[in-house]
């Protein structure tokens, strides 16, 4: 692997990057707030002439000291510049200003993890998911999530949303190439993947695995897009090691579900997935693994959700590498096929068969 | 002033930029926890050749899982690399985990500030340390501090010391060789600075200003020092801006004091602390300006204590350009004299007198 994340730097650059690390929960709210606040977008009005902060505090409604204490936040965070009295919007400014995944993240990380994220060390310790309580007593996210603030709540689905579906279209095109007619999908969620598939081809028939209440969602979706009759929901837990799954599928299916367990517990997943396997079919896993992206920046918002699984979710699992899954699928006689690159946002689709 | 913390970019690493900032509160908890469970410290016990993550969990008796989720944030952030299974310590890494004002830095951020940050937007829109509310109910953070839970108190203090004290011996050189026989110490604290100059300057005689509780303590230590006879408690509480400050001094001293005032009140101090002084006499303002500072990193901590004084301390003060205080202080008929730089840790000394 090339190398990822380092280079080369000064003393002081060192220390200036160490000071970055130290101060990090206060850049992260200060530029929050400097988007949500309508600041940056008041000083990007300016352009390059730029305004004071008491302009930006008339602006936007602040108090100038309000106004004050963030641009100089964002200079030290190099979102504004400041020139003779004025604060001036940089290019990191603009685009903090306007990209929706930044946004995305950033809502998530406060409204979701900040807070839980100061109880890690316990998460980490117990391996259980500590930082949770601040919500309630749940034992995972999954139970709660019915149950968070309002904010919080549609910051973790506007997340999900934002990574998980925008793979769907092409995967779908690579799966159903093979003309599968039998499809296992483990852990269906609403039936999105699967609505797709049934729509896309007419002559297959697809099982459904999730815990009850899901699949009854799962089900009602199909069934409103008139594919009800092809789709055969399975409720099993698959967190019990002894509940099988139904056998002999063309092609078995598990999208960004593995994310959501232990290593241990993938394995007996995988175990029991091949095992659902028809001769000659495929197991699909269609998931963020870090270790197959191209840019350095997805790799390091892959990992960094990795202590949202550990402090907030479920306190066992993070966002594996594609080889460390490869690594637990040989072990339950899974060899990989092909892995098929970049599909939606971050996405790999790793194709496995028994061998 | 020359450009401060920006650089070109390209649109990598602007994109990239903006997602360290959306995941900077994460990367700070697993750094800080890199630190302290002793996974820096072993995997750089192996040098070059460097170590698994099953190894470092070994080591530093964590789970492998908690290992694998640390180190692998730890190499987004480049505090080690990976290489062929193995993580290996960085330049920032090593840095890290020596560093002692990183540690104060990180510690006083977690402890103090990480969870009230959580309240920065109501703190600037109220004008009070909203953030504060995590401890109880106090209107700001020195009432407080007595009352904190100990891990916040240690590291509250030992913030506060490691940046105070470092500058008083080589701004007590400058300020008795004008040869002062009366001082007034507005602020004194501890009488830390007060015991220093008195013992320095054996015709020297100290006025003190502070709350009665906080003058017994000084007095005390003066006492015990064999000073105290030398020294004069002036109860005042010179947030009320009709409490006027004795008057006729060679020197009036300020030290690390401004930063707790918002501006209008520091124009009401300055005013009165003019009017302290004798013809000739000095008005001395020692503290950490960030537009008087060398280097960007220290610039940059200091920038981002602001926040810090918004959400915690008392919700409208804020660390201030030596510019900002100058104007104020131009506002209230005293003139700049000199400008000492960089005394101790990021500090600097004003010398004004009226004119």
């Not at 000071?19 to 008041?42: D, M, N």
């Not at 890690?120 to 309630?136: I, M, N, S």
């Not at 709540?153 to 093979?178: C, G, M, N, Q, T």
Request: charged content about 25%.
């Amino acid at each position: 692997m090339h190398k990822r994340f380092g280079h080369d730097k000064t003393g002081l650059e060192t220390r200036f990057d160490a000071q970055r690390i130290a101060f990090a929960p206060i850049v992260f709210q200060a530029t929050r707030l400097l988007r949500s606040t309508g600041l940056l977008e008041a000083v990007e009005g300016r352009g390059a002439e730029g305004m004071t902060a008491a302009e930006a505090a008339t602006e936007t409604g602040l108090s100038s000291y309000a106004a004050t204490v963030l641009l100089e936040c964002g200079l030290s965070a190099d979102l504004v510049a400041y020139d003779n009295g004025k604060f001036v919007i940089t290019t990191l400014g603009a685009f903090i200003r306007r990209d929706e995944m930044t946004a995305v993240n950033m809502e998530f990380i406060h409204e979701v993890c900040y807070l839980g994220m100061h109880k890690l060390e316990d998460a980490l310790k117990l391996g259980e998911p500590a930082g949770l309580r601040v919500f309630g007593e749940w034992k995972t996210v999954y139970e709660a999530l019915a149950h968070l603030p309002e904010n919080a709540k549609s910051a973790w689905l506007r997340f999900d949303h934002f990574y998980s579906d925008a793979a769907f279209p092409a995967a779908s095109r690579i799966v159903l190439e093979r003309q599968p007619k039998t499809m296992l999908d483990i852990g269906c969620n609403t039936g999105k993947w699967a609505s797709l598939c049934l729509a896309r081809s007419p002559e297959l028939c697809a099982s459904l695995v999730d815990l009850p209440n899901q699949l009854e969602m799962a089900m009602q979706n199909l069934r409103e897009k008139g594919l009800g009759d092809r789709a055969v929901p399975c409720p099993v837990d698959v967190l019990d090691p002894h509940a099988e799954l139904p056998s002999g599928f063309d092609a078995v299916w598990m999208s960004q579900f593995l994310v959501c367990f232990s290593e241990d517990e993938v394995r007996t997943i995988l175990r029991r997935a091949g095992r659902a396997l028809r001769p000659g079919g495929r197991l699909w896993i269609l998931d963020t693994f870090w270790d197959t992206q191209r840019f350095d920046a997805a790799a390091y918002c892959l990992i960094n959700t990795s202590p949202y699984f550990t402090a907030i979710a479920n306190g066992n699992s993070r966002m594996y590498r594609a080889e460390d899954i490869l690594a637990l699928a040989r072990e339950e006689g899974l060899a990989l096929q092909t892995t098929h690159e970049r599909l939606g946002i971050y996405h790999s689709l790793l194709e496995l068969a028994p061998g």
